[in-house]
């Protein structure tokens, strides 16, 4: 099992950027794909992006598809979700994950017995 932690969230105007990172512990990540979901308030669970375990394949939703990048640095057993153009509707917990499964498998079929880390909140005021 992996160990993922979050962080890099926080308050930020619309317009901005934040960078998220996701470190992880317990096993090396390059055989793990890795994905950022997200909860907005009163809503469900849902997929931002994800990347292969090479990080040369990456998977977007269409709300986020041009403005958010997923990148991985194996070396440093860290992923990241770089965040611009941030809109009020982006507001939401953010949850890195993990998965031995493929990255495209995960961008439509997450599922509760993957890796995942406790989330951070981003909030992007109007």
């Known amino acids: 099992q992996v160990q993922l932690v979050e962080s890099g969230g926080g308050l930020v105007q619309a317009g901005g950027s934040l960078r998220l990172s996701c470190a992880a512990s317990?096993?090396?990540?390059?055989?793990?794909?890795m994905g950022w979901f997200r909860q907005g308030p009163g809503k469900e669970r849902e997929f931002v992006a994800t990347?292969?375990?090479?990080?040369?394949?990456?998977y977007y939703a269409d709300s986020v598809k041009g403005r958010f990048t997923i990148s991985r640095d194996n070396a440093k057993n860290t992923a990241y979700l770089q965040m611009n153009s941030l809109k009020p509707e982006d507001t939401a917990d953010y949850y890195c994950?993990?998965?031995?499964?493929?990255?495209?498998?995960?961008?439509?079929?997450?599922?509760?017995?993957?890796?995942w880390g406790r989330g951070t909140q981003v909030t992007v005021s109007s």
């Open positions: 994950a993990a998965t031995k499964r493929t990255a495209r498998e995960f961008s439509i079929t997450p599922r509760r017995s993957d890796d």
């Open positions: 317990g096993r090396t990540l390059s055989t793990y794909a």
């Open positions: 990347i292969s375990w090479s990080g040369s394949l990456t």
